[in-house]
């Protein structure tokens, strides 16, 4: 039987209470493995995140909702693990009493129930091998199924042939080095992630993930040996600067291109800027060239468009320039119904128009 949400936090709160029972005596006010926190504030979050996930589910969040730290610093290890108890209780219930076309906000991705309840696994089985490991216990060896829910819901992009289930979700959050995957310097997860024809999906390269791929890193995808390519560097740049700048909009910038079949990323797509006062935005994209003549970029192009198209503030029309003499690029570029508008000889630009009505 498919573990559910509900299930999954039950299973996963059970599991952690009890290991942090177990370890209750020691001192949790040396730092968690890997963190700047204690064990007892590492603790803490646990707590957090699941009253946060819990409340903001049930109040359907459209926004960033704050919750007061309600364990006092000096409480007993025993005492918080109750916590943790409780408030996991509140997520499940949460999740349970959620109905299938629920979401709510969180800023890796608006989600559903199966998608905050995939949160709370996460944050429960990765904060508690980093309290854990701090006070010498190495053993901790989750549920497979709880992280395979968790890697299903939120880690599209991280690849499952190097590892087990468990190991692969430590790489996923940073912890670890998996063969032929380095530990990466920075990640995420993508609760809503953009689809683009069911062979690839689209996963926004945010601020923080841009600036370790504008550096040379990873950004936290697994690359076939040829990428990622330099288009995609300077892209993940120029969203790193915009951030740091205050010119940054959510949505609008690069994403990977991240091909389903093996979950590698084997490009980059996206908008140099959020749209004009007009609506006008301008697309690009870049792929390895092993990925090439294959129809990902199409694919990708398309599954961008509807997401431009379909938003609250939607683009009104979309652009590309292509170098003249590049034929694949022109063909990708028209078979999503780009129109070509003008050249200067070098290169050539095209445009898409919203549909009429707005959202595709």
């Known amino acids: 039987m498919k573990i559910t949400g509900t299930h999954a936090i039950d299973r996963a709160v059970s599991l952690i209470t009890q290991a942090l029972h177990d370890a209750a005596h020691q001192d949790w006010t040396v730092p968690a493995a890997g963190l700047e926190w204690s064990c007892h504030d590492t603790a803490v979050h646990i707590v957090n995140d699941f009253t946060v996930y819990a409340a903001r589910l049930t109040a359907r969040a459209q926004g960033p909702l704050e919750v007061e730290r309600y364990t006092a610093p000096g409480a007993p290890p025993a005492e918080l693990a109750e916590a943790i108890a409780a408030s996991?209780?509140?997520?499940?219930?949460?999740?349970?009493?959620?109905?299938?076309?629920?979401?709510?906000?969180?800023?890796?991705?608006?989600?559903?129930?199966?998608?905050?309840?995939?949160?709370?696994?996460?944050?429960?089985?990765?904060?508690?091998?980093?309290?854990?490991?701090?006070?010498?216990?190495?053993?901790?060896?989750?549920?497979?199924?709880?992280?395979?829910?968790?890697?299903?819901?939120?880690?599209?992009?991280?690849?499952?042939?190097?590892?087990?289930?468990?190991?692969?979700?430590?790489?996923?959050?940073?912890?670890?080095?998996?063969?032929?995957?380095?530990?990466?310097?920075?990640?995420?997860?993508?609760?809503?992630?953009?689809?683009?024809?069911?062979?690839?999906?689209?996963?926004?390269?945010?601020?923080?993930?841009?600036?370790?791929?504008?550096?040379?890193?990873?950004?936290?995808?697994?690359?076939?040996?040829?990428?990622?390519?330099?288009?995609?560097?300077?892209?993940?740049?120029?969203?790193?600067?915009?951030?740091?700048?205050?010119?940054?909009?959510?949505?609008?910038?690069?994403?990977?291109?991240?091909?389903?079949?093996?979950?590698?990323?084997?490009?980059?797509?996206?908008?140099?800027?959020?749209?004009?006062?007009?609506?006008?935005?301008e697309v690009g994209y870049d792929l390895v060239p092993s990925a090439r003549g294959n129809g990902f970029a199409t694919d990708a192009l398309n599954g961008l468009t509807a997401w431009a198209f379909g938003q609250p503030d939607p683009a009104a029309v979309l652009h590309a320039t292509v170098d003249e003499g590049n034929a694949p690029s022109h063909g990708v570029v028209k078979r999503a119904g780009f129109e070509r508008t003008g050249t200067d000889g070098e290169q050539v630009r095209y445009a898409l128009r919203a549909p009429v009505g707005g959202r595709q």
């Open 88 to 281: 996991g209780a509140r997520l499940a219930a949460a999740v349970a009493a959620a109905g299938p076309a629920d979401r709510a906000w969180h800023p890796y991705g608006t989600a559903d129930a199966d998608g905050f309840a995939a949160m709370g696994v996460v944050e429960a089985l990765v904060h508690t091998h980093d309290v854990l490991d701090a006070l010498g216990t190495h053993d901790f060896d989750p549920d497979p199924e709880l992280c395979t829910f968790a890697l299903d819901r939120l880690f599209p992009h991280t690849p499952r042939d190097a590892a087990a289930p468990w190991p692969t979700l430590l790489w996923a959050t940073g912890r670890t080095a998996l063969p032929g995957l380095p530990r990466l310097g920075a990640w995420r997860w993508y609760a809503d992630p953009v689809p683009a024809g069911g062979r690839i999906v689209l996963c926004e390269i945010t601020p923080g993930v841009a600036e370790d791929l504008h550096a040379g890193g990873s950004g936290g995808f697994a690359w076939p040996e040829d990428g990622p390519g330099e288009g995609t560097r300077f892209a993940a740049g120029m969203t790193a600067a915009a951030y740091r700048e205050g010119t940054y909009r959510p949505g609008w910038g690069p994403y990977a291109v991240v091909r389903t079949q093996d979950r590698r990323a084997i490009g980059g797509i996206g908008f140099h800027a959020a749209p004009d006062a007009d609506g006008n935005a």
